[in-house]
């Protein structure tokens, strides 16, 4: 009942097949990735490790090649693996999904809805969201899961159904994004720059591209939001070519990442995820620094050269009440920023 393929050859398997592959050698790959050591992933799954080890060894030889690296500090995804890995999680996701839909159409508990609100998002867009969200579903007889995950510029995660829908960034106006996405944005954003104060910017409160890029950089890690990273260091690469940001040496705390740029052997300027609606920016330039800032000045970037758009973006493929909720949603939040558009 729980085959997921037929008996067709992997390519590379050298003559095995993958007939006897099932939904829990699936599982048990997930966990080991996600626990980081297969005795942690077995006492996740409730099986004796031995028996997990095992089974993963089973999974490679269907596959033909390794799909991890065994080490002492635990395990590493091979390329193999990787690629695995992400389709396992697909078909898992797709799976739950039926699953629950089935469910409601026989009329067995309340539809649900998987929303995607990474860290990092402006405070108050995100309180707004999810408390718009939640009462928006529940009057809708819908229940949320959230999931505290990144969304990529492409919204992969919901592509591949692994999400209903989530909060994220759209780094270009106008985006083509693929079906069968549904995006309404919700306003431009732009991050927040700190330089030292012996920079010497002529107390005029503004630093222009080309200044910045001739800085250190400490940016938000990529992994947080691939998305504006990539778009941002592309941008600063316009100015200069060799240009790569730094990553935060202190992950959730500015004070500290500020503390650590003031105390540097040479220029250094710190650069957060976008946090403030362009409209809504306060005049910089002025005492309003905070007192742990460490001779570190805010400063605006001239003509708005670093932004991303706010969006909230669903599942073309939703029943259609939970749609209209999404969408209810998104029209109940004010559009922030002089050039937010809707999609």
Not at 147 to 159: G, H, N, S, V
Not at 226 to 241: E, F, I, M
Not at 309 to 315: F, G, I, N, Q, R
Request: glycine letters at 8%; hydrophobic letters at 40%.
């Amino acid at each position: 009942m729980n085959h997921v393929t037929g008996p067709d050859q992997l390519p590379g398997s050298r003559g095995s097949t993958h007939l006897g592959l099932e939904l829990r050698h699936l599982r048990y790959l997930v966990a080991v990735a996600d626990a980081g050591t297969f005795t942690h992933a077995a006492e996740r799954m409730f099986i004796a490790q031995p028996t997990l080890s095992q089974q993963i060894r089973r999974l490679e030889e269907m596959v033909g090649t390794p799909l991890l690296q065994r080490r002492r500090e635990g395990v590493r995804l091979t390329p193999a693996g990787s690629v695995l890995l992400e389709e396992s999680r697909t078909v898992l996701s797709l799976l739950e999904h039926g699953v629950n839909r089935s469910r409601q159409a026989a009329g067995l508990g309340r539809p649900r809805l998987r929303f995607a609100l990474p860290a990092y998002l402006p405070e108050g867009l995100a309180v707004e969201t999810a408390s718009l969200l939640r009462s928006t579903a529940a009057a809708a007889g819908a229940e949320i899961t959230w999931l505290e995950t990144p969304l990529d510029a492409e919204f992969t995660l919901i592509r591949q159904r692994r999400a209903d829908a989530g909060l994220g960034w759209l780094t270009s106006e106008g985006a083509d994004l693929p079906d069968p996405l549904d995006v309404m944005s919700l306003g431009e954003f732009e991050p927040e720059v700190w330089i030292p104060s012996s920079a010497g910017t002529g107390h005029r409160g503004t630093i222009t591209l080309d200044e910045l890029a001739c800085m250190d950089v400490i940016h938000t890690s990529r992994r947080a939001s691939v998305g504006t990273y990539d778009a941002w260091q592309a941008a600063l690469r316009t100015s200069k070519p060799r240009f790569e940001f730094a990553d935060p040496p202190f992950r959730h705390s500015l004070p500290m990442t500020l503390a650590f740029a003031a105390t540097a052997s040479r220029p250094t300027a710190v650069l957060t995820s976008p946090l403030h609606a362009i409209a809504e920016q306060h005049t910089l330039g002025e005492p309003e620094q905070p007192a742990d800032s460490y001779h570190m000045i805010r400063v605006a970037l001239e003509r708005h050269p670093l932004t991303a758009t706010a969006a909230l973006a669903w599942s073309g493929d939703l029943p259609r009440h939970l749609q209209q909720v999404l969408f209810d949603t998104a029209d109940g939040i004010p559009p922030r920023g002089s050039f937010a558009v809707a999609s």
